[in-house]
């Protein structure tokens, strides 16, 4: 049974940094794109940054030029690294995993979820 679990969430200060990680265990992910979602209160879980098996990645706009996402495959652990961040960037913050070797950014795409970790960012 595949697993996700997140951690690394916290609250910081706007301007500031944190780095959220991800750990799958219970399969094998050779092949399979990973990617970070979030969801900030009544609004959908959206897109923020996707990594492909072979290292291939792709960020919403929102967050290009200051989120850094990367994954060590021989850990199965996917990292996302987020700077400057934003008030607006307050949300829950899901790792997820899609049997497809490409980057989608489409939620339904995606076949395992963690349970989310919370980053809140106070202005």
């Known amino acids: 049974q595949v697993q996700l679990a997140e951690s690394g969430g916290g609250l910081v200060q706007a301007g500031g940094s944190l780095r959220v990680s991800c750990v799958a265990s219970?399969?094998?992910?050779?092949?399979?794109?990973m990617g970070w979602f979030r969801q900030a209160p009544g609004q959908e879980r959206n897109f923020v940054a996707g990594?492909?098996?072979?290292?291939?990645?792709d960020y919403a706009d929102s967050v290009k030029g200051r989120f850094t996402i990367s994954r060590d495959n021989a850990k199965n652990t996917m990292y996302l690294q987020m700077n400057s961040l934003k008030p607006e960037d307050t949300a829950v913050y899901y790792c997820a995993v899609s049997r497809s070797q490409w980057i989608l950014r489409r939620s339904t795409a995606y076949d395992y979820w963690g349970q989310g970790t919370q980053v809140t960012v106070s202005s």
């Open positions: 219970g399969g094998t992910f050779s092949d399979y794109s």
């Open positions: 990594i492909r098996w072979s290292g291939g990645t």
